[in-house]
């Protein structure tokens, strides 16, 4: 489980990148060996592309609905964690949580949008190194 510390230079820090692939190997190794089904968490990365390609438009509109979208996640990600049978998927909320916290509690859009495209970016290292480590 990555420590706050890590978290925030993962999610905040432009030259985070070497604690973000560290952490997300250990992460994916972690969850693959917890059971976790790709299947189970589709939903929310599927969310979270949606929520990345809506707030990439020039739109402010659109831009404020992806924020909104953005806090609904958190919600979404509690009730996937409750409604999936087994540990894994509560070990990647735990994680992704508080990462999002990151992204929310960021004042100025434009480091919030940085933020959430590091937060995308270790969701996406996750789970290619939970694919990496033999999980389904």
């Avoid at 692939?21 to 979270?48: C, H, M, P, W, Y």
């Avoid at 924020?67 to 540990?87: D, I």
Wanted: net charge neutral; proline share 4%; charged share 25%.
């Amino acid at each position: 489980m990555p420590s706050p510390i890590d978290l925030s230079t993962i999610i905040t820090d432009p030259e985070g990148a070497p604690a973000l692939v560290v952490q997300a190997d250990q992460l994916g190794r972690s969850l693959k060996n917890g059971g976790l089904a790709t299947n189970q968490i589709r939903a929310l990365f599927g969310e979270v592309r949606q929520i990345q390609g809506q707030w990439s438009m020039d739109d402010e509109g659109q831009k404020a609905l992806a924020r909104r979208r953005l806090y609904l996640l958190k919600p979404k990600m509690a009730y996937r964690a409750r409604k999936e049978r087994g540990r894994a998927v509560e070990e990647l909320v735990n994680v992704l949580d508080p990462a999002l916290d990151y992204v929310l509690n960021e004042e100025a859009s434009e480091k919030q949008y940085e933020n959430f495209t590091r937060f995308v970016e270790f969701f996406e290292a996750i789970l290619a190194y939970h694919k990496a480590h033999g999980g389904n």
